[in-house]
């Protein structure tokens, strides 16, 4: 069994700044790439960021520049900065282990527009 909890998020003004993190249990032998995906009201889930196990990396082109996805040992983080109105949505981390996707709850980030 995988689990994954992620923390980090809340509400904060445009601009601002927040730090995600996910921290991943269990069995995780074989794990490959992890990532976050966010999903706002009325839209679907997107991609925001993913890094693989060997560390290479892929960005949304929304937020090229200003997120950060970073790895280590059993944690996945995403520094957020220059937040804005749009970037208001539920946060996901994702990992795929052995060609199976495994999520997190989610954490609620909010930037009042």
């Known amino acids: 069994q995988v689990q994954l909890v992620e923390s980090g998020g809340g509400l904060v003004q445009a601009g601002g700044s927040l730090r995600l993190a996910c921290a991943a249990d269990?069995?995780?032998?074989?794990?490959?790439?992890m990532g976050w995906y966010r999903q706002a009201p009325g839209k679907q889930r997107e991609l925001v960021a993913l890094i693989t196990n060997g560390g290479r990396i892929n960005y949304a082109d929304f937020v090229k520049g200003r997120f950060t996805i970073s790895r280590s040992n059993q944690a996945v983080y995403l520094q957020m900065n220059a937040l804005k109105p749009e970037d208001t949505a539920v946060y996901y981390c994702?990992?795929?282990?052995?060609?199976?996707?495994?999520w997190g709850r989610g954490t609620q980030v909010t930037v009042p527009s």
């Open positions: 269990g069995n995780l032998f074989g794990m490959n790439t």
């Open positions: 994702n990992a795929e282990i052995w060609g199976a996707l495994y």
